[in-house]
């Protein structure tokens, strides 16, 4: 049986290259450099708002009952400003849209999981610096190698939504 051209299968090196690297990054010089102190900017902002919310958190658990009713709003919106500011980031290291907010909130959610773990069962009195220093060196490969990276994200998103 001959098969049409429509039925016809894609060469495995094209479906690998489709799904791989190069189908979730998109990077180039000029904006990678700007996405590289982008992160750095914003993981350092992050790591602030974080501090900042950790010390509000705990006067209010002393029972100051004036800043109660809008300090779980203010954490939410300070989160939404983690994931914005560290998927932008990734988007201007050359990630492609859902592959940066993919790589966005899993370094939001690592930097949060730091944050707690150094504060609350380290109890670290200054975190900010330690969080800064380790999240810096847990994002190197996002930024040395920033196609490999995109290319494990897509991965992932493949299987998770295939």
Known sequence: ??????????????VAR???????YRGDAATHLV??????????VFAMVLDALRREGRKVAA???????????TRDLMNLLGLVLL??????????????????FTTG???????????????????VPTLVVTM???????QIAPRS????FGGALSALFP
């Open 109 to 127: 959610l690592i930097l949060y999981l730091l944050d707690f773990t150094l504060a609350n069962v380290v109890h670290l009195g200054r975190t």
């Open 1 to 14: 049986m001959i098969q049409s051209e429509s039925t016809a299968r894609l060469a495995p090196a094209t």
């Open 63 to 73: 029972g100051d009952a004036k800043r109660v009713w809008w300090f779980g709003y």
């Open 136 to 142: 810096i060196l847990l994002t190197l490969p996002t």
């Open 149 to 152: 990276v995109a290319g494990a």
């Open 35 to 44: 996405g590289m102190l982008s992160l750095i900017a914003s993981i350092i």
């Open 18 to 24: 489709m799904a791989g690297a190069e189908a979730g």
């Open 87 to 104: 998927s932008t980031s990734h988007y201007l290291l050359g990630f492609k849209g859902p592959i940066a907010l993919m790589a966005g």
